[in-house]
């Protein structure tokens, strides 16, 4: 199976700051890797795909980037809303599998 | 527009089997592969399992090999999903899932399905 490895697990930031999570593959993925958001609750809201592509209707200040075994998601500007817990996710081969979370806290 | 929605909430014995279900409807349900995702309270993500509704195959996630069965009706637009032999690490919401394009990610998600299993 594909180990998906996010970094950090928590996070505490401010609105208005620049966050970045990392996610590594324990093997190349190519491109097929996915970003979620999830609230307490709630089912998990699809952010990026294929690594870098935005999904319809998320706002621009969310961006992916990143290939084979590093990825990386970013909120540019920190906002109220985007206080949750974001997941990394593979589909390039079954097993798909997930990071662990990390959750972004108000600072 | 696309919607998944599913049986409710299920309480069950240590032992016991459940069985949830996820109607389709906004598609054409055999277009695409539906996938199972379950989420233990507090916990993190895992994958399931997945069905190609168009013929019925299926793959499972090794850990639930030989308790988990996803099958198809496609004159309901439903798939199921049953587990058995259920024990308590089993509490968990599970959803069912599909993908907005066949190269996307999963972004279509049914309300979930919370499995209590408790003696």
Not at chain 1, 11 to 32: F, H, K, P, Q, Y
Not at chain 1, 68 to 84: V, W
Request: charged share 15%.
């Amino acid at each position: 199976d594909i180990q998906m490895t996010q970094s950090p697990s928590t996070l505490s930031a401010s609105v208005g700051d620049r966050v970045t999570i990392t996610c590594r593959a324990s093997e190349s993925i190519s491109s097929w890797l996915a970003w979620y958001q999830q609230k307490p609750g709630k089912a998990p809201k699809l952010l990026i795909y294929e690594a870098s592509s935005l999904q319809s209707g998320v706002p621009s200040r969310f961006s992916g980037s990143g290939s084979g075994t590093e990825f990386t998601l970013t909120i540019s500007s920190l906002q109220p809303d985007d206080f949750a817990t974001y997941y990394c996710q593979q589909y390039n081969s079954y097993p798909w599998t997930f990071g662990q979370g990390t959750k972004v806290e108000i600072k | 527009q696309v919607q998944l929605v599913q049986s409710g909430a299920e309480v069950k014995k240590p032992g016991a089997s459940v069985k949830v279900s996820c109607k389709a409807s906004g598609y054409t349900f055999t277009s695409y592969y539906m996938h199972w995702v379950r989420q233990a309270p507090g916990q993190g993500l895992e994958w399931m399992g997945v069905i190609i509704p168009s013929g019925g195959s299926t793959t499972y996630a090794q850990k639930f090999q030989g308790r988990v069965t996803m099958t198809r009706d496609t004159s309901t637009s439903t798939v199921y999903m049953e587990l058995s032999s259920l024990r308590s690490e089993d509490t968990a919401v599970y959803y069912c899932t599909r993908q907005t394009i066949p190269t996307g990610g999963l972004g279509y998600w049914g309300q979930g399905t919370l499995v209590t299993v408790s003696s």
